[in-house]
């Protein structure tokens, strides 16, 4: 199971009785001009229980009719605050490489969306950089991977998904990324690069499914096998 602490907030275009949910201190309603209903910022999760957490409250929203629309996204944040430099450049490189591997386990409608474009960036960019503070103050925070966010927070910020109130679906997202990014950060830059860059997309995907097997997270591998969009 992976250790790798994170934070999701989960978007809606309609949320009743939110404020009768009882969260234990796990999420915080907050108002986004982007959306009609409320998103839902989760406390720093992780493990068995961040996901249960996860599970908890899209229990209450399908009890309470919560809804999501074309505007809402799902968007996950990855602790790397433990990370060197150079394992940070691994992973922002492995994100890069593998953006259309990615792309296939959303909905259509959120590759080159206004808040999760892709990104502008390369591998040799992150590698050449010194210190990855001076990469990520230079991108933009509406990429499908938001690196700026590791100036403010300290994490990475996976925005591609769409919204979604199912809780099966989050809890796979979120060990799908963290998985890869165990792999990407214990293997670093050189490896990364030279994995991916002889690869096509369906050689990576195979590739970052036999990563979530070996991880423990065959159901993972299996789940994307169905829910495949592109």
């Known amino acids: 199971m992976f250790s790798r602490k994170f934070g999701v907030e989960i978007e809606t275009s309609s949320c009743l009785n939110h404020s009768n949910y009882d969260s234990d201190g796990n999420w915080e309603a907050k108002c986004d001009g982007s959306i009609s209903g409320l998103e839902f910022a989760s406390v720093i999760l992780s493990g068995y229980a961040g996901l249960a957490a996860i599970h908890d409250i899209c229990d209450y929203a399908k009890e309470n009719d919560w809804a999501v629309n074309d505007a809402c996204g799902l968007h996950v944040h990855f602790d790397m605050r433990s990370e060197t430099d150079d394992s940070r450049k691994a992973i922002a490189c492995a994100y890069l490489m593998t953006y259309d591997v990615w792309c296939r386990y959303v909905d259509y409608s959120r590759v080159g969306y206004t808040y999760c474009k892709s990104s502008n960036a390369d591998c040799g960019q992150v590698h050449r950089t010194r210190y990855f503070d001076d990469f990520a103050d230079n991108q933009c925070r509406y990429e499908w991977i938001n690196f700026a966010a590791y100036t403010k927070h300290r994490t990475f910020e996976v925005?591609?998904?769409?919204?979604?109130l199912d809780g099966r679906r989050i809890c796979n997202w979120v060990k799908a990324h963290a998985v890869f990014i165990d792999?990407?950060?214990?293997?670093g830059w050189a490896k990364v690069r030279n994995t991916f860059i002889t690869m096509d997309s369906n050689e990576m995907a195979e590739f970052i499914a036999q990563l979530w097997c070996r991880a423990g997270c065959e159901d993972v591998a299996e789940y994307y096998q169905l829910y495949t969009y592109a």
Do not use: P, Q
């Open 183 to 187: 792999w990407a950060s214990s293997v």
């Open 159 to 164: 925005r591609l998904h769409e919204g979604t």
